[in-house]
């Protein structure tokens, strides 16, 4: 059975930072593009970073570009998302989504940035 499960979300002041998980399981990881999407209220779910099934490449969209990084662990089955100096605006349900043979999506972690 294939899962993707998000976790690491919650209320952070902006400023701070958060460190999102993604735990796979049921494919092979490690041939998969890792990409992280998000979706605020009222608008449409973006692309937020990607890293390849190596971990050899990855992008951001210019507005995280420098705050967030992006990773993954072959071995572990783990995709992260480390967002630092993080801003009101990245307030989201953020989604990870493996890519490769098939894309497979998790349900979903919230983030809330607020004083």
């Known amino acids: 059975q294939v899962q ?5 979300g ?3 002041q902006p400023g701070g930072s958060l460190r999102l998980s993604c735990a ?3 494919f092979l990881f490690s041939t998969y593009a890792i ?8 608008k449409e779910r973006e692309l937020v970073a990607g890293i390849s099934s190596t971990g050899g490449v990855t992008n951001y969209a210019d ?3 420098g705050r967030f990084t992006i990773s993954k662990d072959n071995t572990k089955n783990t995709g992260t998302l480390q967002m630092n100096n993080v801003k009101p605006e ?6 990870c989504m493996a ?3 098939y894309n497979y999506w998790g349900q979903g972690t919230q983030v809330t940035v607020s004083e």
Do not use: H, N
């Not at 990409?35 to 009222?42: C, D, V």
């Open 35 to 42: 990409l992280w999407y998000r979706q605020a209220p009222g």
């Open 63 to 65: 507005s995280v570009k």
């Open 4 to 8: 993707l499960v998000e976790s690491g």
């Open 24 to 26: 796979a399981s049921g």
């Open 99 to 101: 890519r490769g043979t």
């Open 10 to 12: 919650g209320l952070v």
């Open 90 to 95: 990245d307030t989201a349900m953020y989604y």
